[in-house]
Nanobody
Framework: VQLQASGGGLVQTGDSLRLSCAASRRTSSNNAVGWFRQAPGKEREFVASIDWRGGTTSYVDSVKGRFTISRDNAKNTVYLQMNSLKPEDTAVYYC?????????????????WGQGTLVTVSS
């Protein structure tokens, strides 16, 4: 499975962005998908995960109420809607397909990774 993340960019504090993660084939439709991010000098951090049906989601506390993960299995695409962006959200965002169908925040539970898209939030 190949993943293509897109939608990053340079925005100001309080702005919104929507990231997209397109998968190369339908295998990902049976698996949970997650978004992670990595800021310069920091470890990769879990952001959000969605189960294969799209009925269960999980978020890191710092983005709860601001970010929404969703998926369209017909399009093999997962989205991350990011609202009220803050400078601390600045990072490279990666999407990944999990080894299982249920949500997980464990980076070791993900098998396929996209190349990342850069989000920069200026103050």
């Amino acid at each position: 499975v190949q993943l293509q993340a897109s939608g990053g960019g340079l925005v100001q504090t309080g702005d919104s962005l929507r990231l997209s993660c397109a998968a190369s084939r339908r295998t990902s439709s049976n698996n949970a998908v997650g978004w992670f991010r990595q800021a310069p000098g920091k470890e990769r951090e879990f952001v959000a995960s969605i189960d294969w049906r799209g009925g269960t989601t999980s978020y890191v506390d710092s983005v709860k109420g601001r970010f929404t993960i969703s998926r369209d299995n017909a399009k093999n695409t997962v989205y991350l809607q990011m609202n009220s962006l803050k400078p601390e959200d600045t990072a490279v965002y990666y999407c990944a397909v999990a080894l299982r169908s249920s949500v997980t925040s464990d980076v070791r539970g993900y098998r396929y990774w996209g190349q990342g898209t850069l989000v920069t939030v200026s103050s």
